[in-house]
């Protein structure tokens, strides 16, 4: 959407206040679409914007958008129909040379922009994030071959996953759903369940952040019944804690608790699978996940739990050390320690500022209005 607005400004000569009167989109959001900052993904919105820009039938539909033309159901009349035929042929060539080892500089790809999320944060990658879920789509889309096209979908089940993880982080909880639809929709043709457990299981966390712990606690037990004869011990410690963190959401110590204790007897040694490169868990990670949630209880080894994740840690998981941090400070607060938890407090927010988290950013502003009251 941004290239049609760009193009509509460079050959057309619309203003933004323009395509702000013709789409009925305000024009500081107008402003947010053509930078790049902000998304089109509502299918009434597109069709305001194709009907107040004119879009020719062809344009609709790529869009995924009615033709206007009733009578030409694909809205093209002569050579335009030659045209689709080369481009559908083209795309379908360009497909067909994707092989294991293309498919393995993806995967690799991706992989990659992982480690950069947990240094940098998902703003600072936006742009690579885009670009490879668009070149996964296109390759996807028009892949003929039974078992290269799984391979794709496997990569692009892992990759909008983490984009949705990257739009929880940033506030961006529509996107953020979308992002797990599509990711899920790919892990099933990919038929892996342990990548359709934990797609599935990282939506909860958008109920979550929406407000409704209750129905992420459904959705990860279903989850974690579902699947728990096919997937690995690595991954249903995971789920064991998520589910943990959903019980301490609604306050239910007992099941948190219960839950947290599972997590920890299913753990396997190590940090990580490598069929599993989404998932980095291990007595250290646990630790963090286990003060995350019993610091919501006041439990006095919060302290103790927080301080040895935040010394297993690498320096490579910048987002994950605000959080912990976050958490640390708080346990220390509610011990009355409020000047042992400023520096933390105070580092948190470097770290979330680093890495664009408006996630990690609320609950600091909210800690340190608590210290602040504390330390008066």
């Not at 490579?316 to 976050?326: D, F, K």
Request: glycine share 6%.
């Amino acid at each position: 959407m941004a290239g049609l607005f760009n193009l509509a400004v460079k050959y057309n000569g619309a203003s933004q206040t323009r395509i702000s009167a013709a789409t009925g989109i305000a024009q500081g959001h107008v402003s947010l679409i053509i930078r790049r900052q902000r998304q089109v993904t509502d299918l009434e919105v597109y069709e305001r914007i194709a009907t107040g820009l004119g879009l020719p039938d062809h344009a609709r539909m790529l869009f995924g958008l009615a033709p206007l033309d009733i009578a030409s159901p694909t809205g093209d009349h002569g050579d335009n129909h030659q045209e689709q035929t080369d481009e559908l042929t083209a795309r379908i060539e360009a497909a067909a040379a994707i092989d294991p080892t293309m498919v393995m500089i993806l995967t690799t790809d991706t992989n990659n922009l992982r480690l950069l999320d947990r240094r940098l944060g998902g703003v600072a990658i936006a742009d690579k994030m885009r670009a490879q879920i668009s070149q996964l789509e296109r390759a996807h889309r028009h892949a003929v071959r039974p078992g290269i096209r799984a391979q794709l979908a496997h990569v692009l089940a892992e990759t909008s996953s983490l984009a949705g993880w990257q739009a929880i982080d940033s506030g961006a909880l529509n996107d953020a759903w979308n992002h797990y639809e599509h990711a899920k929709a790919a892990a099933r043709e990919a038929d892996d369940p342990a990548v359709l457990a934990y797609v599935s299981a990282e939506q909860a966390y958008v109920l979550m952040e929406l407000g409704r712990p209750a129905e992420a606690t459904e959705l990860l037990q279903h989850i974690h019944t579902t699947h728990r004869e096919r997937i690995p011990n690595r991954l249903r410690t995971w789920l064991s804690a998520a589910e943990a963190e959903a019980a301490a959401v609604l306050g239910d110590e007992t099941t948190c608790r219960t839950a947290l204790d599972q997590a920890a007897a299913l753990l396997p040694e190590g940090a990580a699978d490598v069929s599993m490169p989404y998932l980095s868990l291990d007595a250290h990670h646990l630790a963090r996940w286990r003060g995350n949630c019993l610091v919501r209880f006041g439990d006095p080894g919060t302290v103790e739990d927080l301080r040895s994740a935040l010394a297993g840690m690498d320096g490579t998981y910048n987002r994950a050390e605000s959080g912990v941090r976050c958490d640390l400070g708080h346990a220390l607060l509610a011990r009355g320690e409020p000047d042992a938890a400023q520096p933390h407090i105070q580092r948190a927010q470097q770290l979330a500022t680093m890495t664009g988290s408006r996630r990690q950013r609320r609950r600091i502003e909210e800690l340190t209005r608590a210290v602040t009251r504390s330390l008066r």
